[in-house]
């Protein structure tokens, strides 16, 4: 079974510009959870989406949003960029929201300058 | 405000040693506790899970203990191995929100020859 794929894996985009990272999850899984990683912040929650509605959501800005279509797939998107939002961004997938193993994608690398 | 406190930040090991790593929770509703093991480059990955219903987990290696009144638990590594390197977390979560994990800060493990 393919494990969780995130595209694109690296990232630079400018102060102001808006980002879109998209994840696939292991193929049945129909929960997508989104992470930021940062040095000073580490491991941060996002947002979980499950059967293309957000159920959980983390302390982050307006700014950070995200969606999940039918087969599952996730996007997140961030606008108006700041530097403070240069982070790994990782995706994780479950097969149900709850109780299951979460698994991780390898992350998108976003840097912002 | 951290929920999950991890310490130590680094621990160097000699192989063959045993590796330990705490953290503590202030949350009392928690009852879901991971660990992961990030590579440089990787997303994490579950290396082992347990819940307050039992004290200790063994899974090859690996070890959690899980002291409930003190809000403490513990992965223990034995006989550590260089590929044994790598940054681990530990993270908590409560029942129907297993998805929505809050991670402990890290702890930079090297295992030396």
């Known amino acids: 079974k393919a494990g969780v794929t995130q595209t694109p894996r690296y990232l630079i985009k400018t102060r102001g510009q808006q980002v879109t990272l998209s994840c696939s999850p292991i193929s049945g899984h129909r929960s997508v959870s989104w992470y930021q990683q940062t040095p000073g912040q580490g491991l941060q929650f996002l947002f979980e989406?499950?059967?293309?509605?957000?159920?959980n959501k983390g302390n982050f800005p307006g700014r950070f949003s995200g969606r999940q279509f039918s087969n599952s797939r996730s996007e997140m998107n961030v606008s108006t960029l700041e530097l403070g939002d240069s982070a790994l961004y990782l995706c994780?997938?479950?097969?149900?929201?709850?109780?299951?193993?979460?698994?991780f994608g390898p992350g998108t690398r976003l840097l912002v300058l | 405000q951290q929920q999950v406190k991890q310490s130590p930040q680094s621990l160097i090991v000699q192989k063959g040693g045993i590796s330990i790593i705490n953290c503590a929770y202030e949350n009392t509703a928690f009852d879901y506790f991971p660990w992961y093991q990030q590579f440089p480059g990787k997303g994490p990955a579950l290396l082992i899970a347990?819940?307050?219903?039992?004290s200790e987990k063994k899974e090859g290696r690996f070890t959690i203990s899980f002291n409930k009144s003190a809000k403490q638990f513990s992965l223990h590594i034995m006989d550590s191995q260089p590929g044994d390197s790598a940054t681990y977390f530990c993270a908590a979560s409560k029942t129907g929100t297993a998805s929505k994990l809050t991670f402990g800060t890290g702890t930079r493990l090297q295992v030396t020859l």
């Open positions: 989406y499950f059967s293309e509605t957000q159920r």
């Open positions: 347990i819940r307050p219903d039992v």
């Open positions: 994780a997938s479950s097969g149900t929201s709850g109780w299951e193993t979460q698994y």
